[in-house]
Nanobody, 125 residues
Framework: VQLQASGGGLAQAGGSLRVSCSASGCTSGTYTWSWFRQAPGKEREFVAAIRRNAGMVHYADAVKGRFTISRDSAKSTVYLQMNSLKPEDTAVYYC???????????????????WGQGTLVTVSS
């Protein structure tokens, strides 16, 4: 399984960016897509997730109302639209996928076996 993240870059506070992640090799399709982020000196933290089942979505409180996760199953791609960006959103953003349907804890990074390479998002004040 390979995940390829793209997008990100530099934005001003209040601006928008979109990151995307495509997957190949999930033979049964992707059960859950998630985004995590890691700021310098901090642990990786959960941002958002979308499940195959009814497209249920989950967000961290810090991004709720500002970020939107979506997927294009035909393209095996997940997107994270980030609006009203804040300097504290600055981090490397990682996509993660559950291809087996046995995810233990949605918001726990150790639950995921497959990760993209990360893409840097920088928000200036």
């Amino acid at each position: 399984v390979q995940l390829q993240a793209s997008g990100g870059g530099l934005a001003q506070a209040g601006g928008s960016l979109r990151v995307s992640c495509s997957a190949s090799g999930c033979t049964s399709g992707t059960y859950t897509w998630s985004w995590f982020r890691q700021a310098p000196g901090k642990e990786r933290e959960f941002v958002a997730a979308i499940r195959r089942n009814a497209g249920m979505v989950h967000y961290a409180d810090a991004v709720k109302g500002r970020f939107t996760i979506s997927r294009d199953s035909a393209k095996s791609t997940v997107y994270l639209q980030m609006n009203s960006l804040k300097p504290e959103d600055t981090a490397v953003y990682y996509c993660a996928a559950d291809c087996n349907g046995i995810l233990s804890t949605l918001t726990l990074a150790d639950s995921y076996d497959y990760w993209g390479q990360g893409t840097l998002v920088t928000v200036s004040s």
